[in-house]
């Protein structure tokens, strides 16, 4: 493919998927080429390292086509996406350029979100482009397609990627657009996680969990991987997928509770896990999930679990402290389809031995917020009657523990306390949740070899995400979200 002339004259159709023949400089890629069959040597460059000190080099670019206009029989404009970087490319049928006007038409068959390869040289545009991140232009010398999209798509990116004021501003105007609703978004999610906003959410979330693994490296804990196959309740309650295992009934993880509080009574200190929580909850709100990835962590504690809440403040500091250093663009980008305010007299009545519910939660958060400047804070010594059957009672008064939840935005995104490590005591709190001691037996005894006092505290990955970012919803944290009613895609 190293040479360069006009193919022969073809028909429309032929044009819209011909094949890459020898020397030709646009076409479908043969399927034989992707299929491992050569290393050519040549180097690709990532379409967010286009600048203007790449003006007159020549590239060789992948993306998706994003944009795909035809300006009469010579000219065509397709925009590439890759990640959350795009640019336009222009064909231009001259001589000079090497272009003909079947390549033009060939590019203008493409079909959107088709993916392509594109060689070119760089160009500097007479003026900004305000369509694009990268501030270039690539102009063209060859296009292949190697994967095309199919013509019409279940939804369009360009309405999936809307923000509330842009449906405003046209509704004023009196244009309508098209909406894409939540199930639609879901059904078709590979094509919706496209979205600007969507690709920045999810960068976010990757950097959350690394944050959250090199902090805790850094104080001397240690990352385990404990089972999610176990024979009894980690958490006590009906909230469990239960299933068949070799013939014996089991049950998928809770949490790794259990197995977090073993691996500290095996004398490893400091442990943390980073992994797949099942919950069977018939909960049908925005910030509920059947399944979510917990950041879980539990530790010896010398004399106090706020030992723990240190731990944990120190933690979530760094985390958001470093998002809001290191990725101002994902905000910005998420910012611009939902925005939200960065993270930094109501009342209602509590009675003293319950939980706090979702609206308790938001109105503590909003006079918190009021009173102290922050909307990051910690609530401790919950009532014993509400908080797993491992907790530690408080010394002083049975009917409280030694327990705290944390807060974002006027919402729980942690829960954590002391945990009970007397054996008789904890099968005694089991018991009386109902939980079948056979089920926990092993967990029991690991308590009657010498135990550390202990605590620890469980996160879910996505909620800090949708709360951090000022979301509505915690679906739009979640890859392939699983609720009572979704097990696909």
């Known amino acids: 493919m190293s040479s ?99 390549m033009v038409r060939f590019a203008a068959s493409i079909s959107k979100e088709s993916v392509v390869d594109i060689e070119g040289v760089v160009s500097l545009p007479r003026k900004p482009l305000k369509a694009t991140t990268q501030q270039v232009e690539i102009q063209v010398r060859k296009v292949y397609c190697i994967s095309r999209a199919i013509p019409t798509l279940p939804i369009n990116l360009e309405d999936a990627a809307r923000s509330e004021a842009e449906f405003e501003k ?45 902090y805790l490296r850094s104080k001397n804990f240690i990352e385990i991987y404990s089972p999610k196959f176990i024979s009894g309740s980690s958490e006590g309650g009906a909230d469990v997928f239960e299933l068949q295992y070799n013939g014996k009934t089991a ?60 731990i944990i403040d120190d933690l979530f500091v760094a985390v958001f402290n470093y998002l809001n250093e290191n990725c101002k663009m994902e905000l910005e980008t998420i910012n611009k389809q939902y925005p939200f305010e960065p993270l930094k007299e109501a009342g209602t009545e509590i009675e003293p031995m319950s939980d706090l519910n979702t609206e308790a939660e938001k109105k503590l958060g909003w006079l918190v917020k009021e009173k102290y400047g922050t909307e990051f804070f910690i609530l401790h010594r919950y009532p014993l009657a509400i908080r797993p059957f491992y907790t530690m009672p408080c010394y002083d008064d049975p009917a409280y523990s030694n327990s705290f939840d944390v807060f974002i935005r006027g919402e729980e995104i942690i829960s954590g306390g002391q945990r009970i490590h007397k054996p008789d ?65």
């Open 4 to 102: 360069e002339h006009p193919p022969a004259s073809a028909s429309t159709d032929e044009l819209e998927h011909s094949q890459v023949e020898e020397g030709s400089n646009y076409g479908d890629l043969p399927f034989e080429e992707l299929q491992s069959k050569a290393i050519s040597g040549r180097s690709w460059t990532d379409i967010g390292d286009l600048d203007e000190a790449a003006a007159g080099r020549s590239v060789l670019i992948r993306g998706f086509a994003q944009v795909v206009r035809n300006v009469g029989k010579k000219m065509t404009f397709v925009v590439l996406r890759d990640c959350m970087s795009n640019v336009q490319c222009v064909l231009n049928a001259s001589a000079d350029t090497g272009v003909s006007t079947q």
């Open 425 to 489: 005591l904890l099968s005694k709190r089991a018991e009386e949740r109902g939980i079948d001691l056979s089920t926990i037996k092993s967990y029991i005894d690991s308590f009657r070899y010498g135990a550390p006092p202990h605590g620890g505290f469980g996160a879910e990955l996505e909620r800090v995400v949708m709360l951090f970012c000022g979301l509505d919803n915690i679906r739009k944290t979640s890859l392939f979200p699983r609720d009572p009613h979704r097990l696909e895609p």
């Open 251 to 310: 049950c998928l993880a809770q949490s790794p509770q259990l197995h977090k509080q073993m691996s500290i009574c095996a004398g490893f200190g400091r442990v943390f896990e980073v992994g797949p929580i099942f919950r069977a909850e018939n909960s049908n709100t925005h910030r509920h999930l059947c399944q979510f990835a917990g950041l879980d962590a539990e530790m010896e504690i010398k004399e106090h679990y706020f030992e723990v809440c240190d």
């Open 170 to 214: 046209a509704e004023q105007s009196g244009e309508k657009l098209a909406r894409v609703l939540q199930d639609t978004r879901l059904n078709y999610r590979v094509l919706d996680l496209r979205t600007p906003a969507n690709q920045a959410t999810f960068r976010i979330e990757s950097h959350v969990g690394g944050i959250f693994r090199d």
